[in-house]
């Protein structure tokens, strides 16, 4: 039975309950408290889907080890750019400690690391190391050939390596692994709204007066909101909304779903002998966010230790999502573009079939390329969540984060995966900027948002 439902209007409603959401939520309740501000979210609580600790690295994309942001080692533009995009995150994550409006304790500094095996990859670790030596945020990267000085860096790494294989790594000291489900958390207590849990959006109208009117159910019972404005950061579930809100700014584009796992160890024993987060170089065919990492991880005060990702494949878009979510994305207008993407990307596609294929065994065998010691008694299987993979209209994967905004300025959405949490200030402060431009000549000078500029 339908309970009636009954409007209530909003200034903001942000859907989605993850760290986007908290960002833009808590920057407006600090400029603008006399707002109503309200999450809705579709699960029973906050930052269970990308922004939960188990379903992301928690690096902190800084650029220091992410090999996929530069396939040029000659071009560090995008290492430098995302660099740049982190470290405005963290100005404003410690002006929000320092001013005590959040607790600390939810980023940890861990040295990041590559580590590559054979002479082509050493020559392009190489070539990367001295492109990034020469930009200001890279100065404190060292690199080195010598497995004394690496077993220093990483000593699980090293041990129990063949003497005769040929290993490269670079190490830079001011990484950090952060725990974005724990982040998230203390930004939405900031929020001066509601956090309406378990409430689905099922619908998006525009209300002929301006805004948005918002339909959906919370168990039995009808909700409606009205709000002025919308964001949308429900992470693969995105793009399925704005396509429901009409968009014509979302003609053409597609999503994959692509989901991932990680083998983890939480012995403590193990976990103290690894301090540092080490990337490699990903497999033929991998999707960018596959890239192979040994990641010591601080959740809820406790250290382990975790590997991946392996890439899982289903239909669904969200960890607790629906196996229709994907079909119920394709358009008319985006078929032809998620044709190509599936055709221009044939090394993917048997990339995710290998994947599938793998026993546990040769699952196993890839640890050991970065930890020969590993034993399989002291690691376990977890799920790592469901990402949305962005197909722009010509076909191309899209890596990154792509803000998606209305011509009327009143509904936007964030779209992709990896780097958006790391980058989340900067990129709800370019949303900021483009919402409410005459707001923001005054609110640019408060809130701490002249750190920024730093």
């Not at 396939?71 to 982190?86: I, L, N, R, S, Y």
């Not at 209300?207 to 039995?220: D, E, V």
């Not at 994959?256 to 103290?272: M, N, Q, T, W, Y």
Request: with cysteine; glycine share 10%; charged share 20%.
């Amino acid at each position: 039975m339908t309970t009636e439902s009954h409007t209530v209007d909003v200034d903001v409603a942000l859907i989605g309950g993850g760290i986007m959401s908290a960002t833009l939520g808590a920057m407006l309740a600090l400029v603008q408290p006399d707002w109503r501000v309200v999450i809705v979210e579709r699960a029973d609580d906050i930052a269970t889907e990308s922004s939960h600790p188990w379903n992301n690295a928690g690096t902190g994309h800084s650029g220091y080890c992410e090999l996929n942001y530069m396939p040029d080692p000659a071009d560090g533009d995008t290492a430098a750019a995302v660099a740049a995009q982190f470290a405005a995150s963290r100005r404003w994550w410690a002006h929000l400690v320092d001013t005590g409006l959040i607790t600390p304790g939810f980023m940890t500094t861990t040295p990041h690391m590559d580590v590559v095996f054979g002479d082509r990859d050493i020559a392009y670790l190489r070539r990367r190391f001295d492109t990034l030596r020469a930009l200001p945020a890279f100065t404190d990267m060292r690199y080195s050939q010598d497995p004394a000085v690496i077993t220093g860096w990483a000593p699980l790494v090293m041990a129990g390596r063949d003497p005769a294989q040929r290993v490269a790594a670079t190490w830079h000291p001011s990484g950090t692994d952060i725990d974005f489900g724990a982040l998230t958390r203390e930004l939405t207590r900031l929020i001066t709204g509601d956090t309406l849990l378990g409430h689905e959006v099922h619908t998006l109208n525009r209300m002929p007066t301006g805004g948005w009117r918002i339909t959906g159910r919370c168990g039995r019972q009808r909700f409606e909101l009205d709000a002025a404005r919308v964001f949308i950061g429900a992470g693969g579930h995105t793009l399925t909304l704005l396509q429901r809100a009409g968009l014509p700014e979302i003609r053409g584009y597609g999503v994959l779903p692509v989901g991932a796992a990680f083998l983890r160890c939480s012995d403590p024993e193990i976990s103290k002998h690894h301090n540092a987060k080490v990337y490699g170089q990903a497999p033929t065919g991998a999707p960018p966010m596959s890239v192979p990492h040994l990641d010591r991880r601080i959740v809820a005060g406790h250290a382990h230790l975790m590997f991946g990702p392996y890439a899982t494949v289903s239909s669904r878009l969200l960890t607790r999502g629906r196996i229709t979510d994907f079909f119920g994305t394709v358009r008319p207008h985006n078929v032809r573009a998620l044709i190509r993407a599936a055709t221009d990307n044939r090394s993917l596609i048997r990339y995710l079939i290998g994947q599938l294929l793998a026993s546990r065994g040769r699952r196993f065998d890839q640890l050991r390329r970065y930890y020969p010691d590993a034993d399989p008694r002291d690691w376990e299987w977890i799920s790592a969540g469901q990402r949305a993979q962005l197909v722009a209209p010509d076909g191309e994967l899209r890596t990154g984060t792509e803000l998606i905004v209305a011509a009327d300025d009143t509904i936007a959405g964030l779209l992709g995966a990896s780097p958006g949490a790391s980058t989340s200030v900067p990129i709800m402060i370019d949303l900021l900027r483009r919402w409410f431009p005459r707001e923001w000549q005054s609110w640019r000078h408060r809130a701490g948002f002249g750190l920024l500029a730093s």
